[in-house]
C-alpha cells in the first residue's frame, strides 16, 4: 500500500484522515502488544487467548507479557500469539515500570498497551494500528464494556473470537460502558472538539502510539505507582500527539476496574503526583501545592 501525506490537522480533530476499512487494507508496520501483569493468571490467560486470534497478521505481531512480581510467577498459557514473550520483574513497582520495561524489550513500530483483564475483539489491534500507518503521531484509544459473568474459558475466547462471535461472550449478562471517558469523548465529538484535553481520555487499558511517538514524548515515568496513563497522555499531547477514539477496537473487560473499586483512595493518592508534573487541568495544581517535580 502507497501511504499518501499525512493530512493537515487543526488542534485534534482528525476528521482530514481517511483510514481503510478493516480488512481491506495491507499492514506493513509492526504492533508490539505490551501487557503488565500482576496475580491474575486467569484473566491474563483470556487476554492471550483472544489477541491469538486477531486479524492483525501475526508475523507483524507480538505480545511481550511483564510480570510485575507476581507470586506464584505468572505463566504463559497454551494458547497465545505465536511471537509471546515472558519478562520478569523481581521487585515489582507498578503498572508504568512494567510497561516501560515491556517497552525496552519489545520491538515492534507500533506500541499497544494492553492491560491483562481485557477480552479484544478480534478487529482490535487492526482497527487501533490502522491510524499509525496513515498518522505516525495518532494516539488510538480503544473501547471497553465491564460486565459482571462468570468468565469463559481460555478455549471458549479464542473459539469465539474465530467464528467471530466475540460479542456474544457475555450474552445475557449486564454491562456497562467506561462511563466518564465516552462521556468525555460524545461531548466533544469523537474528541474532535477536545481541544488542548483530548489527552484525558488516554486511561490505560488498550491505547496505541508509534514507537517515535512514545520516545518523543519521553516515555513512561517509571517512578509514578498510579496515573502514569494521564500523565503520559499530557506529554504525548505536548509532543503532538492527536488522540483518536477508535469504536471499531471494542473490547470487554471482566468485572469492574481497579479505579471503579477504589475511587476515591486511588484519586487522593494520585492528584498530588499528578499535580507535580502537569498543569492541565487547571484545578490540578491546586490539589498538589505549588511544588513542581522535573520533566520526566
Not at 38 to 57: G, H, I, K, N, V
Not at 221 to 246: H, I, K, M, S
Request: net charge neutral.
Amino acid at each position: 500500500m502507497t501511504v499518501p501525506p499525512v493530512p493537515p490537522i487543526v488542534r485534534n480533530d482528525w476528521s482530514t484522515v481517511r483510514v481503510p476499512e478493516l480488512g481491506g487494507w495491507r499492514p506493513t508496520r509492526t504492533v508490539s502488544v505490551v501487557i503488565p501483569a500482576y496475580r491474575c493468571q486467569a484473566s491474563l490467560d483470556l487476554t492471550l487467548a483472544a489477541l491469538a486470534r486477531q486479524t492483525y497478521p501475526a508475523h507483524l505481531l507480538e505480545a511481550v507479557v511483564v510480570d510485575d512480581g507476581s507470586q506464584p510467577p505468572l505463566e504463559l498459557p497454551e494458547i497465545r500469539p505465536d511471537r509471546t514473550t515472558l519478562v520478569r520483574v523481581a521487585d515489582g513497582w507498578g503498572r508504568a515500570n512494567a510497561l516501560g520495561l515491556g517497552v525496552e524489550r519489545s520491538d515492534g513500530e507500533v506500541i499497544h498497551w494492553l492491560d491483562a483483564d481485557m477480552v479484544t475483539y478480534p478487529s482490535h489491534v487492526e482497527a487501533m494500528a490502522r491510524w499509525q500507518q496513515l498518522l505516525p503521531y495518532a494516539v488510538t484509544l480503544g473501547y471497553k464494556r465491564f460486565v459482571e459473568a462468570p468468565w469463559p474459558t481460555p478455549d471458549q475466547v479464542a473459539d469465539a473470537c474465530a467464528a467471530g462471535r466475540a460479542d456474544r461472550l457475555f450474552a445475557g449478562h449486564p454491562s456497562g460502558p467506561h462511563d466518564y471517558v465516552e462521556r468525555h469523548i460524545a461531548r466533544t465529538r469523537g474528541l474532535r472538539d477536545a481541544d488542548h484535553l483530548a489527552f484525558l481520555s488516554h486511561v490505560g487499558s488498550t491505547a496505541a502510539v508509534t514507537r517515535e511517538l512514545y520516545g518523543a514524548a519521553g516515555g513512561l515515568d517509571r517512578t509514578l505507582r498510579l496515573g502514569e496513563d494521564t500523565e503520559l497522555g499530557y506529554r504525548l499531547a505536548q509532543a503532538g500527539g492527536v488522540f483518536v477514539p477508535e469504536p471499531a477496537a471494542p473490547s470487554w473487560h471482566p468485572g469492574p476496574s481497579h479505579m471503579m473499586r477504589h475511587q476515591r483512595g486511588l484519586q487522593r493518592y494520585n492528584r498530588p503526583f499528578l499535580a507535580a508534573r502537569m498543569p492541565l487541568p487547571r484545578w490540578l495544581p491546586a490539589t498538589g501545592g505549588a511544588g513542581r517535580a522535573p520533566p520526566a
